[in-house]
């Protein structure tokens, strides 16, 4: 059975840090690609940031220079380390590890609140 549990969230004042880890079993989770998403109240989910197998990054316009995102396959692990947090990043953030149309998973969320 394929479990992605994130971790990290919280409440952060405005221009704050917080770093959410992703940790997968029941794949090879070096063979995925891995991606950071969110959710904020009333909107639709979004991409933040992913990273192939392969080591390229893409981020969203909205977090490029603020969040980096990264993974320790030794640890079946992914990280999203978030930086100068904004309002704006209030969100239910969400791990996905994706190989191919099928073999596709998401984790629970977790949520952050950036707020003073």
């Known amino acids: 059975q394929v479990q992605l549990v994130e971790s990290g969230g919280g409440l952060v004042q405005p221009g704050g840090s917080l770093r959410l880890s992703c940790a997968a079993s029941?794949?090879?989770?070096?063979?995925?690609?891995v991606g950071w998403y969110r959710r904020a109240p009333g909107k639709q989910r979004e991409l933040v940031a992913t990273?192939?197998?392969?080591?390229?990054?893409n981020y969203a316009d909205s977090v490029k220079g603020r969040f980096t995102i990264s993974r320790d396959d030794a640890k079946n692990t992914v990280y999203l380390q978030m930086n100068s947090l904004k309002p704006e990043d209030t969100a239910v953030y969400y791990c996905?590890?994706?190989?191919?149309?099928?073999?596709?998973?998401w984790g629970q969320g977790t949520q952050v609140t950036v707020s003073l």
């Open positions: 996905n590890s994706r190989r191919r149309i099928g073999d596709d998973y």
């Open positions: 029941g794949i090879i989770f070096s063979r995925y690609a």
């Open positions: 990273l192939t197998s392969a080591g390229i990054t």
